[in-house]
């Protein structure tokens, strides 16, 4: 197994740009602002022609902002996407993931909603998935003024944001009894509690040469976590449910050369057994390189992605 060229290369430049930095550790604004830049800077072309309205859902002291998303041509009508940035629960928001939610959209002829939930540690768990599951209950309620389908409502997040929409999804079956059509996790975060010698591809692409560090995912941990909740709650380290029976078909992306990469393939097997897997799809890539437009290995992965998302709603009743 080889990394794709283009890919290699950006690494490269990645870690020439850390190796001149002094070493510090840096406060969660600056890790906010390095990965806003480095998002909008990696990003692409932005599709022009996907309209976009902005929203506000209403919770009880807060408000939810979100972007509605609709193609020039919407292929299937009856149906909408929810969508949830990665970012480590922390890092992340509209505009990072606005090039790739537009592309997916246009490509899918789908429409997209994406959420910009509370971020850690201003907000700790459970405040982003709480803000998801309000996104959840608002496409519901206004399905009809939508015009779309309660039965082809799908959710898709990359990393932490697969994480979110993993956990959703839970939730969605068992405690607020909201149907999902599907769900599509893009190298999830999957378990934060066991030892990172648990998985191999953590050992041997944690160490910060590959882009995601193990101490990277320890912070977001410690960030999204309070004292008192545990991180081998189902809810954080969904990897730890014991039940996954219930779960919508679920297809899943993963990276070859990213640490999350194991414990992808133990969901994709475990799913697999419980005839729950409608796909698996694995590049030669890193972690977070879905959202990188300008490497063409991206641009594969959203075209097959958006392909499969067109085709699988169009296939529901």
């Given at each position: 197994?080889?990394?794709?060229?283009?890919?290699?290369?950006?690494?490269?430049?990645f870690n020439q740009q850390a190796a001149a930095l002094q070493p510090h550790k840096p406060t969660i604004e600056a890790s906010r602002a390095g990965a806003r830049t480095m998002f909008l800077s990696l990003a692409g072309d932005s599709d022009p022609d996907c309209r976009v309205e902005s929203l506000q859902l209403a919770a009880t002291n807060h408000f939810v902002p979100a972007r509605l998303y609709q193609p020039q041509q919407l292929q299937v009508p009856d149906a909408i996407v929810l969508f949830l940035h990665g970012g480590g629960w922390s890092l992340g928001d509209l505009d990072c993931y606005d090039a790739l939610v537009r592309s997916l959209c246009q490509q899918s002829g789908v429409?997209?909603?994406?959420?910009?939930?509370?971020?850690?540690p201003d907000h700790p768990y459970p405040a982003g998935l709480d803000d998801a599951c309000l996104a959840l209950r608002w496409l519901h309620q206004q399905s009809?003024?939508?015009?779309?389908?309660?039965t082809k409502i799908a959710v898709m997040g990359d990393s932490a944001g697969g994480n979110l929409a993993l956990?959703?999804?839970?939730?969605?079956?068992?405690?607020?009894?909201?149907?999902?059509?599907?769900?599509y996790l893009i190298y999830p975060v999957l378990d934060v509690h066991s030892l990172h010698d648990a998985y191999p591809s953590r050992l041997q692409f944690g160490n910060g040469d590959y882009l995601l560090a193990r101490s990277a995912i320890d912070d977001t941990?410690?960030?999204y976590l309070t004292d008192e909740e545990r991180s081998d709650n189902p809810e954080i380290s969904p990897l730890l449910q014991s039940r996954l029976d219930d779960l919508p078909p679920t297809s899943l992306l993963l990276a070859n050369f990213d640490p999350l990469l194991d414990e992808g393939k133990i969901l994709a097997e475990r799913l697999?057994?419980?005839?729950?897997?409608?796909?698996?799809?694995?590049?030669d890539s890193i972690h977070a390189f879905v959202s990188f437009g300008i490497l063409p290995i991206s641009q594969l992965a959203r075209t097959r992605l958006a392909k499969q998302l067109r085709e699988d709603l169009l296939a529901l009743v």
């Open positions: 197994m080889s990394m794709d060229q283009a890919t290699a290369a950006l690494l490269e430049q429409r997209f909603l994406s959420v910009e939930y509370r971020l850690a009809a003024e939508l015009g779309i389908s309660a956990a959703l999804s839970m939730r969605a079956s068992r405690s607020l009894h909201l149907p999902i059509a599907g769900q941990r410690n960030w697999q057994a419980l005839g729950l897997l409608k796909r698996l799809d694995s590049y």
